[in-house]
């Protein structure tokens, strides 16, 4: 079920004539790789196939990925774009004041005053950090998710207190 796993990274493209894949980590480290065993990948439109991962080297800031029967950058490039995810289970534990990216979706923003701004529909990571993509009372909007911007996310009242720049709503 797909609510059971999240995404530790997702395929770019084959690395070499071995069948490594080059990925793009999703997590703080792409040594993340090498501390699972087993995985799901899941294709752009949900398909799914189990793996197991046999070897992984960093190089240039991710991870080189060899899974078991993935032999040839012919059979990599065939899973170009798919996500590697593991079970919510085998999530590493967060410290205080780290998130998963899924646990921000939903997600009610509150500004000082008390006054519902939108609801947090996606998350978005970009060049310049990450992004909500909030559904607003109005209309979609924006919002960077920055200690100074969002001041305090309570995942249990589901909120996230926010001090929004005036007119970001209207951007």
Known sequence: MPGDRIAIGIIRKAHGVRGEAS???WSDSPERFSEVGSVTLVSPDEETRGAAIESVRIHAGRALVKFAGIDSPEDVQKLQNWTVEIPESEARALDEDEYFLHDLVGLTLIDAEGVARGKVADVEETAG???LVVDGPKRRF??????EICTNVDLDA?????NLPDGIEDL
């Open 142 to 147: 924006d919002v960077p998710f920055a200690a």
């Open 23 to 25: 990925v793009e980590a």
């Open 129 to 131: 950090g990450l992004l």
């Open 158 to 162: 589901k909120t996230i207190a926010v």
